[in-house]
């Protein structure tokens, strides 16, 4: 069993897509362990996308990031980071195969709808980044 990390992002939240996220990811099995809606501040959002600092897209990746809500959810499965990168699509939905959110639902290639963990280990950080252990424990099953 593995644990990742996915947002809705602000195009995601404001086309009313949330649910269409969800019902895509656990209609593959994956179960939503933890969830909420929030507001990142740019600093936070610069924080989150920490690997990505110095690349041309930084500052307008990060200005569209907390320049409204997102929706953060834990998901549960096996394979759970590999198989919700495969649901998620490439980067740019141009690019990403039919049938994934970002072909289905992306906008472009910063407003893609959704973002997945890329590996464990960035999923830990990035689980971390946004529940607590007080949160994910609430909901264990
Ligand atoms: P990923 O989300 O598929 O893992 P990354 O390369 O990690 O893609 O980039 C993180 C996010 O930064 C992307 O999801 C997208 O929103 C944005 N981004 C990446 N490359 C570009 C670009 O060339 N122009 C604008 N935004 C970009
Ligand atoms: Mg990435």
């Known amino acids: 069993m593995e644990r990742t990390l996915s947002l809705v992002k602000p195009d995601g939240v404001n086309r ?12 593959e099995g994956l179960k939503v362990l933890a969830l909420k809606m929030l507001c990142l501040t740019k600093k936070q959002a610069e924080a989150f996308y920490a690997v990505h ?5 930084f500052d307008e990746l990060t200005a569209y990031m907390s320049s409204g809500p997102i929706v953060a959810m834990v998901l549960e499965g096996e394979n759970a ?27 472009n290639k910063g407003e893609n709808t959704v973002h997945g963990s890329d ?21 264990e099953r």
Do not use: C, W, Y
């Open 53 to 57: 600092k110095g690349r041309p897209f």
């Open 119 to 139: 590996s464990l280990e960035n999923a830990a950080k990035e689980i971390a980044f946004f529940f607590s252990e007080h949160e994910l424990k609430a909901t």
């Open 16 to 27: 009313n897509l949330v649910g269409e996220v969800i019902r895509r990811f656990e209609k």
């Open 81 to 107: 980071v590999a198989r919700v990168r495969e649901i998620m699509g490439a980067t740019d939905p141009q690019e990403a195969a039919p049938g994934t959110i970002r072909a289905d639902l992306g906008l």
